[in-house]
């Protein structure tokens, strides 16, 4: 049966987590609608749209 030899130390556990949370970048495109950047499949958070349709009321 397999045993760890020794203790994994904090750091070590840590810094193996660490990678885990760490976020990743998303590649960003342009609204079709407005022309600002968003994250890709999200509504727009400048003019609200999302394929075409108005989804959300965006107040200015």
Not at 1 to 21: E, L, N
Not at 24 to 51: A, D, F
């Amino acid at each position: 049966m397999a045993v760890p030899k020794q203790k994994r130390s904090r750091s070590r556990t840590h810094h193996k987590r660490a990678k885990i949370y760490r976020a990743i970048s998303v590649p960003l495109e342009k609204c079709p609608n407005c022309g600002e950047y968003k994250m890709p499949h999200r509504v727009c958070l400048h003019c609200g749209y999302y394929k075409g349709k108005q989804v959300l009321e965006i107040s200015e």
